[in-house]
């Protein structure tokens, strides 16, 4: 197995592979569910006054496990050393640095008018498929292209992610495992924390002028843990329909309660996590947001599953794989943290959290 | 400068007791399960040796003798340098040797008298080689020329005109959505006989595709009625897309026509012509073959639009104007070739200085390296079934233009179960005409299970692929873990078959596969893949492994083959920069390839020293 690690300038020219300069070493690289690549990082053995522009701030940069493409970003905090190490950031946290605009610069919501926008003023993303319609009403002044995309996803119980391909997708959890982990640990017990059974959502209804502020709860009929409320506060998103304000509380609720949360995180390692037919997989190309069919390990269903005779499943949340070691450790989504403010803004995107970005933990 | 030192001839260094040559450490990770006894251990990396080196100046002085120790830690503390040990019976073994450390145990009057004692202790890569390399090499390029089908729709066959297959089917219109329908078709219909007008079917391997226009009408009579304020007084007006869909026992094909306007003036719409292909013989050395519309067990019709309809309607299918893709003159050559070269001396994967050339420009430089390989594993695979595909340069617009309409694609791969067991990396070589953007996903299934492994890539235009008639390009769509379920030894021949579907829609003619190649996850790959400007690739490549200082990992390219106007491409290599071989016979895929696909001949060469653990076995 041989991984490297290659650079590029943003505007595609002068590409160049990192480990020509030196052995690369301690290679780790993440990716979470939503928001695709997060970090990656590396140590390189060049002298600490060496210089080189493969390693400038801010240039594209892709891992390869042979000429496999598994995680791409951009060169955030190259420190110099013995070794140096070299720390990058994936693709979606660039959409913090660039403004939602319409062509004429206007803030927008949109997110299909804001993200090709965006592309055309250079950033380094790829839109292939449709997105998502706005959330809330027009005219709002969104501060980040990030919050675009949290508000119009959340509100269709979809997700947003960019990967290796640097191509922007939304979609929504998988159904279908990808994966059987034979287990050699669990992802930690469960909790309520984060649980919710009834979500009141507080909007400004456009049926009236002004608009006043109201609440919309939505609620799961089924409460076998308790009775867990909580707030979101969407004003921000302006005047909107009742309507639009329900559905919106029904797929924030839904992303909410499909079981107990976990505490913790599992270890990988080689051979332990197969294919649906039997087949090990190479743990280097496993990502966030696929599904796990945990096997052999000790989780009562009782204690979290909505629906006891479901087979426990559970989505990859956050996913980073070890080179040296060959180990991935997993966290399902929503396993950390442990409010429901973080697990908006980390995991879904708060849409009333103006500085919501993606959070690495 | 410091030329080679001899340290253990007493002139003035000898070697005391406490030698270590030390030995390469296994890397080991120790897996557990919650439910099985024991661990099982896995490792593939061997971390360094650490050699002792007791050395005892002797010299006639102190000066020289504090020469003679600055000599010695000038060489320990360079990047690299190698250690050679001759043994007693004349064998001669390196050590690949980094910065290390000297130690002197200090005596005032010894050192007076010429003599010093010191300790150097060496980091030295884990394997040792004899001083020379040894090469192994072989042709690489077409090893087998691939007789493949091309477009050539000049040959009608024996039949024009339209024959009444034909099936009444109820259309309901049910607010804005009409609703598919789909009969049977009449099987007493004519066989359209090919070869009885004397013209010739090739005798082509694998297969043959026979071409039929199909015609479908669609009465819209009842189906849309006035109603008032529906686009205005007095007209009913529609706006439909309409998607026909006949299916053979080879599957089916699907056309997705214009929007099609209706009024109640316009009742009977007769779609435009739509090409049908199925691989109906499927004999290699058949000469004559027979065209039967009974094939096609049934069609679908439905349509989506706008406006107000009720009522019923029928459709109407046709065959007319059957014509025969004859195989043109051509063959085409695969860029690839699965390899086992065998030669390699040693204990463990070695490092090679890896030389190819070819007799045309090459662009795309794929080397893979699969380091276990299962028994009949064959990593390039060609396509079986149904397939589009031709010698580069030998389709023209026209003939490429008809795939217009046939929306998505499909070309079958097919290997043995048995011969898979883990992740895999699927490369495919396309070549996309016009397409802005095309979806590949690959699927694998094993014959009796209906667990699937399915990926998907979109290939975007100026990003991943320049569009073009000839415009050849390997595309890394993603990994597959194969086969999709398991099959126990007795199954080992289980057909896994992998399909490779486009979806790039009308408009994206000429889409062409030709060869998947699937890449070994745990093994090692190389791609070099140049820009395709000016007169773009070269006819001479090296790769150069990496020393033991980590640096000098190159690619040279160039025309000469005494490389004397070779540079360095190593920007242009994706992922990492060198393949080993594996000791005994190293599994080698090796991929030259440019747009047009144009190679026909190569030569790989890998020079190599090989690599044991306690000494060089000559």
Redesign the interface.
């Known amino acids: 197995v041989t991984f490297g690690v290659r650079t590029v300038n943003q505007d595609g020219s002068q590409p160049f592979p990192v480990q020509m300069l030196g052995q690369v070493s301690g290679l780790r690289y993440a990716t979470a569910w939503p928001f695709g690549c997060t970090t990656a990082s590396f140590d390189l053995d060049v002298p600490e006054g060496f210089s080189h522009f493969a390693l400038k701030p801010g240039r594209i940069a892709e891992v390869y496990d042979g000429i496999h493409r598994v995680w791409g970003g951009t060169v955030q905090d190259p420190q110099r050393g013995t070794p140096w190490h070299v720390q990058m950031t994936g693709c979606a946290a660039l959409a913090d640095d660039y403004q939602p605009l319409t062509s004429a610069a206007v803030p927008t919501a949109d997110p299909t008018t804001a993200v090709d926008e965006a592309i055309l003023r250079g950033l380094p993303w790829l839109r292939r498929a449709a997105l998502p319609a706005q959330a809330g009403a027009a005219g709002q002044t969104p501060n980040s292209l990030t919050q675009v995309l949290n508000d119009a996803t959340a509100a269709v119980t979809k997700r947003w992610a960019i990967f290796a391909d640097r191509q922007l997708i939304t979609a929504s959890d998988p159904t279908t495992p990808t994966y059987v982990l034979i287990a050699a640990d669990t992802p930690g017990s469960r909790t309520v924390d984060n649980y919710v059974t009834d979500l009141y959502l507080r909007y400004y209804d456009n049926a009236t002028t002004p608009a006043l502020v109201k609440t919309v709860v939505a609620s799961t009929p089924y409460r076998p843990f308790g009775r867990y409320e909580r707030l979101v506060d969407i004003t921000a998103q302006g005047a909107i329909s009742a309507v639009t304000a329900q559905s919106s509380a029904n797929a924030q609720l839904a992303a909410s309660t499909r079981n107990l949360t976990y505490s913790g995180q599992v270890l990988v390692q080689p051979g332990a996590l197969l294919n649906r037919g039997g087949v090990p997989v190479s743990l280097s190309t496993v990502r966030a947001g696929r599904m796990i069919e945990p096997r052999g390990a000790s989780q009562d269903p009782t204690f979290g599953e909505l629906y006891f005779t479901t087979v426990i499943r559970w989505v990859i949340g956050d996913c980073e794989y070890d080179v040296d070691s060959d180990t991935l450790t997993l966290a399902p989504v929503g396993a950390k943290p442990n409010d429901l403010t973080s697990v908006l803004a980390r995991v879904m995107g708060s849409p009333t959290d103006t500085t919501s970005s993606p959070a690495y933990a | 400068m410091l030329g080679p030192l001899e340290i253990n001839d007493g002139n003035p260094y000898k070697i005391r007791a406490g030698f270590d040559g030390g030995a390469g450490q296994l890397e080991t990770?120790s897996?557990?399960?919650?439910?099985v006894d024991g661990e099982?251990i896995?490792g593939?990396h061997t971390s360094n040796r650490t050699i002792v080196l007791p050395i005892t100046v002797r010299a006639a002085d102190r000066s020289s003798a504090t020469a003679a120790v600055e000599e010695i830690v000038q060489i320990v503390r360079r990047d690299a340098y190698t250690l050679t040990w001759t043994g007693d019976d004349g064998s001669v073994t390196v050590f690949d040797c980094m910065k290390g450390h000297v130690e002197q145990q200090w005596d005032l009057n010894q050192h007076k008298n010429g003599v010093v004692w010191l300790t150097v202790t060496i980091p030295a890569l884990p394997f040792v080689h004899p001083p020379s390399t040894s090469t192994v090499g072989t042709s690489v390029g077409p090893t087998a020329s691939v007789q493949l089908d091309a477009f050539d729709n000049t040959t009608a066959l024996a039949h024009n005109g339209t024959v009444a297959v034909q099936t009444t089917g109820k259309i309901e219109g049910t607010g804005c959505v009409m609703e598919t329908v789909a009969n049977t078709i009449d099987t007493s219909a004519t066989n359209y006989a090919t070869g009885a007008n004397g013209e010739t079917l090739y005798p082509i391997y694998p297969y043959t595709f026979m071409f039929s226009r199909a015609l479908a009408s669609l009465d819209m009579t009842g189906l849309f009625t006035v109603v008032s304020n529906w686009y205005g007084p007095g007209v009913a007006y529609s706006e439909r897309a309409f998607t026909l869909r006949l299916t053979s026992a080879g599957g089916w094909r699907e056309w997705t026509g214009a929007t099609v306007q209706a009024n109640a003036s316009n009742t009977v719409y007769t779609l435009p012509w739509v090409q049908v292909l199925f691989d109906l013989l499927r004999t290699p050395s058949a000469s004559s073959g027979t065209f039967n519309p009974a094939a096609v067990t049934s069609y679908t019709l439905s349509g989506v639009g706008g406006g107000y309809s009720s009522g019923n309607g029928s459709a109407t299918w046709g065959v007319d104007d059957l014509r025969a893709y004859p195989a043109l003159a051509g063959t085409i050559t695969s860029p690839s070739t699965a390899l086992a070269l065998a030669g390699v001396t040693g204990i463990a994967r070695t490092p090679a200085t890896i030389t190819v050339s070819a007799n045309q420009r090459v662009t795309t430089l794929?080397l893979?390296r699969a380091p276990n390989p299962r028994t009949g594993f064959n990593p390039r695979l060609t396509p079986a079934g149904t397939v589009f595909t031709s010698a580069p340069n030998a389709y023209g617009g026209s003939a490429v233009g008809q795939l217009n309409g046939l929306g998505t694609y499909t070309a079958t791969y097919t290997a043995a179960a048995g011969t898979?067991?883990?992740?895999y990396?699927v490369?495919t070589r396309i070549s996309l005409n016009s397409a802005t953007?095309d979806t590949v996903t690959v699927t694998a299934t094993?014959a009796g299970?209906d667990?699937t492994?399915s990926i998907s890539?979109?290939l975007?235009a100026g990003?991943d692929y320049t569009p073009g008639p000839n415009a050849y390009k390997l595309q890394?769509i993603?990994?597959l873990?194969?086969?999709?379920?398991?099959v126990p030894a007795t199954n080992y021949g289980a057909a896994v078959s992998i399909a490779v579907s486009d979806s790039g829609g009308p408009g994206s003619a000429g889409i062409q596969h030709d060869e998947l190649y699937l890449?070994d996850?745990?093994?090692?790959?190389?791609?070099l893949s140049l820009p395709l400007t000016g007169t773009p690739g070269f006819k001479y490549f090296q790769i150069v492994p990496?020393d033991q200082?980590?640096?000098g990992?190159?690619v040279f390219a160039g025309m000469q083959a005494d490389g004397s106007d070779w540079v360095s491409v190593?920007?242009?290599?994706?992922?990492?920069?060198?393949i080993n071989l594996n000791p005994g016979t190293a599994s080698l895929l090796v991929v030259l390839d440019n747009p047009s696909g144009n190679v026909t001949s190569g030569t790989l060469a890998a020079e190599f020293s090989p690599r044991y653990f306690a000494g060089a076995v000559s």
């Open positions: 990770v897996v557990s399960r919650l439910l099982v896995t593939e794929l893979a898979l067991h883990g992740t990396l490369v953007t094993v299970s667990v492994e890539r979109t975007v990003v890394v993603g990994e873990t194969l086969p999709p379920t398991d890449i996850m745990s093994g090692e790959a190389f791609l990496p200082s980590g640096f990992s190159q190593t920007a242009y290599v994706l992922g990492h920069g060198a």
